[in-house]
């Protein structure tokens, strides 16, 4: 199983991004998936989430109203567009698979991890 995210860069506060994350050698479709972000210093914190079938969507409070996560079965990817960006999401962004049946907001409730992109955002 292999995740590539992509799609970070510098941005200024109020600006938009949005991440991909392609997955291969896995059945994409079964899976659910989660964003995590590390900011120096700090432990990795959970993002937002999507189940295997994209009925459900989890997200942390902050995140609510800004970020959107989104999955395409069909081109093995899942999004994660982030709008009215703060200083404070500054961080490198990580895509994983959830574990079924796991929890949604640990990483221990992940077994695949992608490489991260860095997102930092200018006041």
């Known amino acids: 199983v292999q995740l590539q995210a992509s799609g970070g860069g510098l941005v200024q506060a109020g600006d938009s991004l949005k991440l991909s994350c392609a997955a291969s050698?896995?059945?994409?479709?079964?899976?659910?998936m989660g964003w995590f972000r590390q900011a120096p210093g700090k432990e990795r914190e959970f993002v937002a989430a999507i189940d295997w079938s994209m009925h459900s969507t989890y997200y942390a409070d902050s995140m609510k109203g800004r970020f959107t996560i989104s999955k395409d079965n069909a081109k093995n990817t899942v999004h994660l567009q982030m709008n009215n960006l703060r200083p404070e999401d500054t961080a490198v962004y990580y895509c994983?698979?959830?574990?079924?049946?796991?929890?949604?907001?640990?990483?221990?409730?992940?077994?695949?991890w992608g490489q991260g992109t860095q997102v930092t955002v200018s006041s």
């Open positions: 994983a698979r959830r574990r079924v049946g796991s929890t949604w907001y640990s990483t221990e409730g992940y077994d695949y």
């Open positions: 050698g896995q059945t994409f479709s079964s899976y659910g």
